[in-house]
T-cell receptor
Framework: QKEVEQNSGPLSVPEGAIASLNCTYS??????FFWYRQYSGKSPELIMF????GDKEDGRFTAQLNKASQYVSLLIRDSQPSDSATYLC???????????FGGGTRVLVKP | NAGVTQTPKFRILKIGQSMTLQCTQD?????MYWYRQDPGMGLKLIYY???????DKGEVPNGYNVSRSTTEDFPLRLELAAPSQTSVYFC????????????FGQGTRLTVV
């Protein structure tokens, strides 16, 4: 079983709609959770991180964490064509010192 | 502010050749990572380091070696290159583990033929 799992997509959403991305993780003791965005041919860049159960909002992005169910999600409100990218979920497990990534979800926002 | 710098950006290797991918950061970060990314896939951790002199294996360490003699530098060595090592390699660093952003280099696109 992979440690961090994401649906590879593509997730196609119309401009202005909400894009919902999900990520599940296997280590129940994981403490820190990150969402990175990666444009084609570019390096990943951090969108936001979350470590407490509940929601965290930053502009058009909302991260949601549910440790009991071992999932973290990302909502993109008012999706724009510039949001078209691959979104990578990353987790730091309880016992390790490493940042582990999921396979990424490709998002396509259509005008 | 240079951040994380990787060299080279592109490289073609023949099967069996060796090379070192260079990574240096100027942010005084303790944590450094090497990832590989195959086409259409996520990042797989090769090796990581929590400080100078300390390294550990990640998910896919076979065929690679690392060293961390200074805080700034974290080179990745490929011995006896194989076609399966064709990938894009990213180096990253962060000042802490939890709640800290990992900054990535621009990547090295390696092709083994």
């Amino acid at each position: 079983q992979k440690e961090v799992e994401q649906n590879s997509g593509p997730l196609s959403v119309p401009e202005g709609a909400i894009a919902s991305l999900n990520c599940t993780y296997s280590d129940r003791g994981s403490q820190s959770f990150f969402w990175y965005r990666q444009y084609s041919g570019k390096s990943p860049e951090l969108i936001m991180f979350i470590y407490s159960n509940g929601d965290k909002e930053d502009g058009r992005f909302t991260a949601q964490l549910n440790k009991a169910s071992q999932y973290v999600s990302l909502l993109i409100r008012d999706s724009q064509p510039s949001d078209s990218a691959t979104y990578l979920c990353a987790v730091i497990e309880a016992a390790g010192n490493k940042l582990t990534f999921g396979g990424g979800t490709r998002v396509l926002v259509k005008p | 502010n240079a951040g994380v710098t990787q060299t080279p950006k592109f490289r073609i290797l023949k099967i069996g050749q060796s090379m070192t991918l260079q990574c240096t950061q100027d942010m005084n970060h303790n944590y450094m990572y090497w990832y590989r990314q195959d086409p259409g896939m996520g990042l797989k951790l090769i090796y990581y380091s929590v400080g100078a002199g300390i390294t550990d294996k990640g998910e896919v360490p076979n065929g690679y070696n690392v060293s961390r003699s200074t805080t700034e530098d974290f080179p990745l060595r490929l011995e006896l290159a194989a076609p399966s090592q064709t990938s894009v390699y990213f180096c990253a660093s962060s000042y802490a583990l939890h709640g800290a952003e990992a900054f990535f280099g621009q990547g090295t696109r390696l092709t083994v033929v």
